[in-house]
């Protein structure tokens, strides 16, 4: 179906709906023509009637990460979709990823951590699966499904097949997609599923991996996360319609320390990051990278409105 709008699917349980909320009306705000965004929005009912097709093992506690699998069964008349986590803010056109999508492959994404890479690749090794060479591990936080191209191929089936023979890998349904489109997808740029954002601010989607654990917050987020600070303060305005938080003096300094940190060893960081060869030593300098970048957000509330490209 090419009906010229563009099909959102977006999954949460009643713990995730303040990240649903959030991710629509910033999806809605950064789209030039809103009327063409059409949401599918889906919950625990939704993935109800899955859940005996094949061994589920939760994730953050919940199999609805699962439902993008059955995505081509759930709607059967769309021929793409974009699906997004509901940890994401969005402050570039949906309508320029719409654009990327590409017939010859069945999925559009970016590339994930090396980090998460080698873990995944750990797995595969000990569970005697042979990746293709030159496979590049993607994020499937956000990422363009080509639902038509799945169900000639019969994806969902294969993905079944992957769980009753492997079992739940350690990022469930995110190692399942790189497996089943391993020579079939489409690496596309950066700035569609940032975790790390830039130095300089620019608009694109910010991923902001463990936030879902703290929505049961409300309205208010009490701790010292820079990404968490920033998301609360989106929530706080754009959907609750509260002024905003002011920062407190502590989180004021030592975000500001952490801006010093980034702009002064940031260079170093990423060079460590390209040579770093054990695991746990690449995950530590992710978690030092995601905060000194963060902190720069943090500090300027003015990013976290209903019009950032304006911003």
């Given at each position: 179906?090419?009906?010229?709008?563009?099909?959102?699917?977006?999954?949460?349980?009643?713990?995730?709906?303040?990240?649903?909320?959030?991710?629509?009306?910033?999806?809605?705000?950064?789209?030039?023509?809103?009327?063409?965004?059409?949401?599918?929005?889906?919950?625990?009912?939704d993935m109800a009637p899955f859940e005996s097709r094949f061994p589920l093992r939760e994730w953050n506690g919940s199999k609805l990460p699962y439902l993008r699998l059955f995505l081509p069964e759930i709607l059967p008349d769309c021929d793409w979709i974009i699906y997004s986590d509901v940890d994401t803010l969005w402050f570039r056109d949906p309508q320029e990823l719409w654009n990327e999508r590409d017939d010859a492959v069945s999925i559009c994404w970016v590339k994930d951590f090396p980090a998460i890479a080698m873990e995944f690749d750990r797995w595969a090794a000990a569970n005697g699966l042979k990746i293709p060479p030159g496979h590049e591990y993607a994020c499937s936080g956000v990422a363009l499904l080509n639902l038509r191209k799945w169900r000639e191929t019969g994806f969902t089936a294969r993905a079944i097949d992957f769980f009753r023979t492997y079992g739940c890998p350690p990022y469930p349904d995110q190692d399942a997609l790189n497996v089943l489109s391993a020579g079939d997808a489409k690496i596309i740029d950066h700035d569609w599923d940032v975790m790390i954002p830039a130095r300089r601010w620019r608009p694109c989607v910010l991923h902001l991996t463990g936030v879902g654990l703290r929505f049961a917050a409300g309205e208010n987020y009490d701790g010292n996360v820079p990404q968490y600070v920033f998301w609360f303060a989106y929530y706080r305005q754009n959907i609750l319609h509260l002024p905003p938080k002011p920062l407190r003096l502590s989180l004021k300094v030592r975000f500001t320390a952490l801006k010093i940190i980034s702009l002064v060893f940031g260079t170093l960081l990423e060079a460590l990051d390209r040579h770093a060869g054990p695991y746990r030593w690449k995950q530590f300098l992710m978690r030092v990278r995601r905060q000194t970048a963060f902190s720069g957000l943090a500090l300027r509330p003015a990013l976290a409105t209903s019009k950032p490209l304006k911003a």
């Open positions: 179906m090419n009906d010229g709008r563009i099909h959102i699917a977006l999954v949460a349980n009643e713990r995730y709906r303040p990240g649903l909320l959030a991710t629509r009306h910033s999806m809605t705000s950064a789209c030039a023509d809103p009327s063409r965004l059409v949401f599918h929005e889906f919950g625990d009912a």
